[in-house]
C-alpha cells in the first residue's frame, strides 16, 4: 500500500471567497437593521421629551391661572405666559369669560405648539374654569 493520496481528495485549510462574501452581506445587513432600530428609538425619545416640555409648559401656565392674585385682571394671564419659543415650544393662552345665567365663570385654555410640526404633531391643550369669589 502506497502512502499517496488520491488526487481527488483536498484537504481545506480555510473559508473560499464566496463564503466570505456571504459573511459579510449577512453582517452588513444585522448593522443596517441596528442602525435603522438605534434612529427609530431616538426619534421616538426626541418626540417623547417635546411632548413633556409641552405638557409641563402647559401645567405651568394653568398654575398661573390658579395662583392668578386678581380675578378681575386674569385677562392679564395672556401677557404672562411662558416663552417657549427657545425650546422650539409656542404657548396660547385664551382668555373667555362667562356671566349668563347669573353665573360668573372664566375659562382659561393654553395651548402648547411646537415651532416644527412634525415634533409634536398634536398640540397639548389644558383648560380650567374658575368661577368668581
Known amino acids: 500500500m502506497s502512502n499517496h493520496r488520491h488526487p481527488s481528495v483536498h484537504t481545506r485549510q480555510g473559508f473560499t471567497l ?3 462574501m ?3 452581506v449577512i453582517l452588513a445587513g444585522v448593522i443596517l437593521a441596528m442602525g435603522m432600530s438605534t434612529t427609530t428609538a431616538s426619534k421616538s425619545v426626541r418626540d417623547a421629551d417635546f411632548k413633556n ?3 409641563s ?3 405651568m401656565q394653568i398654575g398661573r391661572a390658579r395662583t392668578w392674585p386678581t380675578y378681575s ?3 392679564d394671564l395672556t401677557a404672562a405666559k411662558y416663552n417657549g419659543t427657545a425650546d422650539g415650544l409656542v404657548t396660547a393662552t385664551t382668555i ?3 356671566t349668563l345665567n347669573g353665573m ?3 375659562t382659561v385654555t393654553v395651548q402648547i405648539s411646537a415651532v416644527v410640526s412634525s415634533n409634536l404633531p398634536t398640540p397639548v391643550s389644558r383648560t380650567i374654569t374658575i368661577a368668581a369669589p
Open 73 to 75: 385682571t386674569l385677562s
Open 104 to 106: 360668573n365663570t372664566t
Open 22 to 24: 456571504i459573511a459579510l
Open 96 to 98: 373667555s369669560r362667562d
Open 18 to 20: 464566496i463564503e466570505v
Open 53 to 55: 416640555r409641552a405638557q
Open 57 to 59: 409648559v402647559a401645567e
